[in-house]
């Protein structure tokens, strides 16, 4: 099973940064599409962000383009997510996920795998 644990969340003030990490267990790292999404109370969980194998793939949803940045490290077992010009619309608890098929994180949208999630809430 892969493991996956976010960290980086918390509150900020509306215009600011901040930068979620998601390590990953194993050594099969490398292997794995990588992805970020997130769910608003009430609603399910939606597509933020993806990045393949490799990193030189990246997908976004149109509403963060330009503010959030997924990437990776595959030394450090690690996927980032950069947020920047934070909107209180950004709240949300975000979760990372993982999945072999670049596919299932950014067309299907059904990972096989998740994380906890981390809270991150933007004030105005």
């Known amino acids: 099973q892969v493991q996956l644990v976010e960290s980086g969340g918390g509150l900020v003030q509306a215009g600011g940064s901040l930068r979620l990490s998601c390590e990953a267990s194993?050594?099969?790292?490398?292997?794995?599409?990588m992805g970020w999404f997130r769910q608003f109370p009430g609603r399910g969980r939606e597509f933020v962000a993806g990045?393949?194998?490799?990193?030189?793939?990246?997908s976004h949803e149109d509403s963060v383009k330009g503010r959030f940045t997924i990437s990776r490290d595959n030394a450090k077992n690690t996927v980032y997510l950069q947020m920047n010009s934070l909107k209180p619309e950004d709240t949300a608890v975000y979760y990372c996920?993982?999945?072999?098929?670049?596919?299932?994180?950014?067309?299907?949208?059904?990972?096989?795998?998740w994380g906890q999630g981390t809270q991150v809430t933007i004030s105005s």
């Open positions: 996920a993982a999945d072999l098929s670049f596919g299932s994180i950014v067309t299907t949208r059904r990972p096989d795998y």
């Open positions: 990045i393949n194998w490799s990193g030189d793939t990246t």
């Open positions: 194993g050594r099969t790292f490398r292997r794995y599409c």
